[in-house]
T-cell receptor, first 114, second 113 residues
């Protein structure tokens, strides 16, 4: 079985500050890992994905995440927060083998203050 | 052109009623999904179809019946609605095998009174 744990249901940062959203995964097989973003009243949009190539993955809007197998982590970072980054962020995992069944974490709401 | 479109966007109905949500994708994907997002934003997979065949059924009450007339469409019918069915229902699509991504619709917010 696979699962992800997102630490912190809310993260608050100031505009221009570093964004760090934490995700730890559990998987009995090699995982694919994803970060999705959900803006208010919208569907989920892929930010980035890890597919066992490079461990440092760059995504859209200046976000990146690093896959650390030893720590079973896939934390999301952005060097400088922008007001438009305020949204709900979801980490998700699926198995490398088999069909796409994404299991999502509980989400982290990012709040950005001026 | 919207890639994954759901209708209706909002439903408000009484307990005991039956309602349907429709989903269509124009991405050429062969796999479609229904996810339920509760009031705490938790997303849980309900069903998945691959080429009209049911491949995931996550212990959802049998009041929920998905139907896939073709690989571009996946509908969700809910009988005898209960208060606990209030949620946002998301349709998504993908290719069958990874490491692709899921493409989500904008969601259908169901409120049961």
């Amino acid at each position: 079985a696979q699962s992800v744990t997102q630490l912190g249901s809310h993260v608050s940062v100031s505009e221009g500050a570093l964004v760090l959203l934490r995700c730890n995964y559990s998987s009995s097989v090699p995982p694919y890992l994803f970060w999705y973003v959900q803006y208010p009243n919208q569907g989920l949009q892929l930010l980035l994905k890890y597919t066992s190539a490079a461990t440092l993955v760059k995504g859209i809007n200046g976000f990146e995440a690093e896959f650390k197998k030893s720590e079973t982590s896939f934390h999301l970072t952005k060097p400088s927060a922008h007001m438009s980054d305020a949204a709900e962020y979801f980490c998700a995992v699926s198995a490398v083998t088999g069909f796409q069944k994404l299991v999502f974490g509980t989400g982290t709401r990012l709040l950005v203050s001026p | 052109d919207t890639a994954v479109s759901q209708t209706p966007k909002y439903l408000v109905t009484q307990m005991g009623n039956d309602k349907s949500i429709k989903c269509e994708q124009n991405l050429g994907h062969d796999t479609m999904y229904w996810y339920k997002q509760d009031s705490k934003k938790f997303l849980k997979i309900m069903f998945s179809y691959n080429n009209k065949e049911l491949i995931i059924n996550e212990t959802v009450p049998n009041r929920f019946s998905p139907k896939s007339p073709d690989k571009a469409h996946l509908n969700l019918h809910i009988n005898s609605l209960e208060l606990g069915d209030s949620a946002v229902y998301f349709c998504a699509s993908s290719t069958y095998r990874g490491p692709g991504e899921l493409f989500f619709g904008e969601g259908s917010r169901l409120t049961v009174l």
